[in-house]
């Protein structure tokens, strides 16, 4: 009867295959967590894409607004200037501050020789979803969720009402 010897290198290589097992599955952990990374800021990317559109949309409705709130004879800045909207946090979860800002003209005369004046209006509407009475919210900026969008127009109302030619 012969005697055999046990094979060495394969112990070995059964040790090399554990640990190449432990070292696999330690690989495929770190992808795991870079894909649920990635998976994370995309939503939180899509969520401040989904609330920076409409802050923008209720700026520009301030905006709408304040033009219609200006149009008519001896229009001023009294109906917008600095005001809140509180009517828009309910509808669109956005408060609305506008400001308005305006210079008057005087640029010949009308075909009755009165003086021809013209009223050129500037306004600004910041929109925001922070907790404030109006904008912007200094304090909540710092939130992952504030959202703030500014939009800026001119108009030119004649003294009589009707738009600038």
């Known amino acids: 009867m012969t005697t055999r010897r046990p094979r060495r290198h394969a112990a070995r290589a059964a040790g090399f295959a554990y640990i190449a097992a432990v070292v696999f599955l330690v690989v495929l952990a770190g992808f795991a967590l870079a894909a649920l990374r990635l998976a994370d800021t995309a939503q939180a990317t899509a969520s401040q894409q989904v609330l920076g559109a409409r802050a923008g949309h209720a700026a520009r409705a301030g905006l709408e607004w304040a033009f219609y709130r200006l149009k008519g004879p001896d229009a001023n800045c009294n109906p917008v200037q600095s005001v809140t909207l509180g009517d828009f946090v309910a509808d669109t979860g956005f408060k609305v501050t506008l400001t308005c800002d305006v210079q008057t003209y005087s640029e010949g005369q009308t075909p009755t020789a009165a003086p ?10 910041t929109a925001c979803n922070g907790t404030a009475a109006a904008c912007p919210d200094d304090s909540a900026a ?14 030119c109302i004649a003294a009589d009402g009707t ?3």
Do not use: P, W
């Open 142 to 155: 710092a939130g992952a969720d504030y959202v703030e969008r500014k939009r800026s127009a001119s108009i």
């Open 163 to 165: 738009d600038c030619s």
């Open 116 to 125: 021809l004046k013209k009223n050129v209006f500037q306004l600004t509407a």
